[in-house]
């Protein structure tokens, strides 16, 4: 491949990944790893132009959760993009430590510029003991203006990108179908194996069949979300309008 760090663990680093937490990013990370033996190149030290210092600082890092796209970054290269449906990305959002989990304040600072600055307690908001506050309109609007970056560089580049939706992932079938494409598009040697569906990876909730149904479903169970009636719902249809939910896939709640 085009990088390889060179010490005494070599890596082969075949692609780069981006997408916003709480979407699948390290389960496909992992994946990749298992059956191509590829890590994704977003942190590596060449960025830093001195492989024997410790990581770089964000501003010098290709941000896997970058909302905008990175200035130091080669366009064309091999690019994976994982994105979530938007109602049950809500829901894990706000239940399950999503804004503890991949500084999600670097996500909506947006380089220290905070352009959408977590707003005060109001109607939007959902209040969760020892987990914090969400307020699903400013989860909206990150997600919005990640959809807004990565989708328009998949539109231009699409021979070199490979647009994942984490609910085929989940789907023995099209997690094949994904694979097949990476190969196809990054030039890597098929693998013969059956890729398979890890349980568990990261901080991330295992994936049981329950978990599997539940993101095939698609829709929020948790009775917290239905408290103010459709609320959530509307304001999520309202921030991210019907083309860009249609666009992605999935039915309008």
């Not at 916003?20 to 960025?47: E, P, V």
């Not at 609007?141 to 990108?161: Q, R, S």
């Not at 999520?236 to 083309?243: K, S, Y």
């Amino acid at each position: 491949m085009w990088l390889m760090e060179a010490d005494s663990t070599p890596r082969d680093y075949g692609f780069f990944q981006f997408g916003i937490q709480r979407t699948g990013t390290t389960l496909i990370d992992a994946t990749i790893r298992k059956h191509y033996g590829y890590w994704k190149a977003n942190d590596h030290q060449n960025f830093a132009k001195d492989p024997y210092n410790p990581p770089p600082q964000q501003d010098r890092m290709v941000w896997k959760h970058a909302i905008d796209f990175p200035d130091k970054f080669e366009k064309g290269v091999p690019v994976v993009l994982v994105y979530k449906n938007p109602y049950t990305w809500a829901e894990s959002m706000a239940f399950r430590k999503g804004l503890g989990n991949g500084a999600w304040n670097a996500s909506w600072g947006h380089e220290g510029l905070n352009i959408y600055p977590q707003p005060k307690p109001g109607w939007n908001n959902i209040s969760v003991p020892q987990q914090g506050v969400t307020n699903i309109g400013q989860i909206m609007y990150v997600l919005k203006h990640w959809c807004n970056t990565w989708l328009t560089y998949a539109e231009e580049y699409p021979d070199t990108t490979v647009l994942i939706k984490y609910e085929d992932f989940l789907v023995s079938e099209k997690r094949q179908e994904i694979f097949r494409e990476m190969e196809q598009k990054f030039g890597w040697a098929k693998c013969e194996e059956e890729i398979d569906l890890l349980e568990h990876v990261g901080s991330s909730q295992p994936i049981t069949q329950e978990h599997i149904n539940y993101y095939l479903e698609g829709r929020p169970t948790d009775e917290r979300f239905y408290k103010h009636g459709k609320r959530y719902i509307q304001s999520i249809n309202d921030i991210l309008g019907n083309e860009l939910i249609t666009r992605l896939g999935y039915e309008i709640l």
